[in-house]
């Protein structure tokens, strides 16, 4: 019998040593902000007129014209306005309900609603082997069909419900600025174990963009449109002009 040369055993399992470097390619993480980023606009105002006519959406939209001035000095902060827009509209309405007019709703706003670069980049993200997912303020009821049509994962604002019916308050906090990085990590764990893409275009996506390596700000936009990006940078963004590099 051959005896193994210990020697050569110990050396083959020595640990690395700290000049020796290892890359290891992180997974990537694409996430893309859904209302106005891969979308013309705003999505979750058109379902409602929608979902419940012309004529009660405009008399229930009436009630807001208060909250609304409120809003707009400074009264009420943009999360409360939109509280009370979903208490307006979804107190007491049937989840499935709900659930049939978000599909109707995805099937008959897809083209007009969509921007087809958008559909394009996520699908290649897709074909990277990426985990994609959108990360939206918009509720989760009303997206999941998008979401399934995109074959992606969603995070979006959670509704209360009880015995099958809305309550017309928010589960949770509006998935916006901070709460979007902390909803991701609630789901996916720490972001720094992913290479984080990220697509965003109002100021409710700063500290999405901010966390991830490489940001691209209102990338799908006309270039008329797109503005200056003026948050935080904490990673490669993508600058309207075509450039690399933060525009603050």
């Known amino acids: 019998m051959i005896e193994p040369d210990l020697e050569t055993v110990e050396s083959d ?61 400074k009264r009420l902060t943009r999360d409360e306005l939109k509280g009370r827009l979903i208490k307006a509209f979804l107190s007491g309405v049937e989840v499935q309900w709900l659930q049939q007019k ?19 980049s996520i699908a290649a993200e897709i074909e990277k082997g990426a985990i994609v997912t959108l990360c939206s303020a918009s509720p989760a009821m009303v997206l ?4 399934d049509r995109l074959k992606v994962e969603l995070i979006g604002t959670n509704l209360e419900v009880i015995d099958g019916k809305l309550t017309g308050l928010i589960e949770g906090s509006n998935c916006r600025c901070d709460s ?21 275009d109002t100021r409710g996506d700063h500290e999405l963009l901010a966390a991830a390596q490489d940001a691209h700000w209102r990338l ?29």
Request: with cysteine; glycine share 8%.
């Open 13 to 73: 399992l020595a640990p690395v040593g700290p000049d020796l470097e290892i890359e290891v390619e992180q997974r990537l993480l694409a996430v893309f902000d859904f209302d106005g980023t891969i979308t013309r606009h705003d999505s979750f105002v058109p379902f409602l007129k929608f979902a419940f006519g012309q004529r009660v959406f405009s008399v229930r939209m009436a009630r807001l014209v208060l909250p609304s001035l409120g809003y707009l000095t």
């Open 102 to 120: 978000a599909e109707a709703f995805c099937q008959s706003h897809w083209k007009r609603l969509m921007r087809p670069a958008a559909l394009e």
């Open 144 to 147: 999941q069909p998008f979401a």
């Open 180 to 200: 979007k990085v902390a909803r991701l990590e609630s789901v996916y764990g720490p972001l720094t174990q992913f290479r984080v893409r990220a697509w965003g």
């Open 220 to 248: 799908f936009h006309p270039t008329w449109r797109r503005g200056r990006y003026k948050g935080p940078v904490n990673a490669k963004l993508h600058n309207p002009d075509g450039k690399d590099g933060p525009t603050q």
